[in-house]
């Protein structure tokens, strides 16, 4: 009976024994998961920072979206203002065009004029002449 005692507490001294082992083991897991835990909230805010980030970048290409656009806007304006302003310079070049041809006939008038005058103004003399003599 006493060797049947002595192999009972033997076999629950090495109970005792895996238990412990067991225990550790299982304090070991614990530990590792809570360092799994910390390292996956550590992801978590990653990549809450990334979207954060992203988000950041999104707005900024909307907004770099709406300068283009209005860019593109203001430069359709302003092409449509130079052809105006074209067609504008056109048009007063072709009034130049037929300011000075009246000027140039204008003064093919005036020189007909001046020698008009000046072939009436021989003859006055002319005839002042022969009625002197």
Known sequence: MDQKLDLI??????????????????????SGQKELNQKFEA???????????????????????????????????????????SMDVHHVHGEIAGVKEEIKDLRNGVIFVNRKVADAEFEINMMKQNKNQ
Not at 49 to 60: I, P
Not at 69 to 83: P, V
């Open 9 to 30: 507490l033997k076999k629950l001294s090495s109970l005792e024994s895996g238990q412990k082992e067991l225990n550790q083991k299982f304090e070991a897991l614990e």
């Open 43 to 85: 992801l978590e805010s990653g990549q809450k920072e990334l979207n954060n980030k992203f988000e950041v970048l999104e707005s900024g290409q909307k907004e770099l979206g709406q300068i283009v656009r209005a860019i593109r806007d203001r430069q359709e304006e302003t092409d449509a203002k130079i052809d105006a302003l």
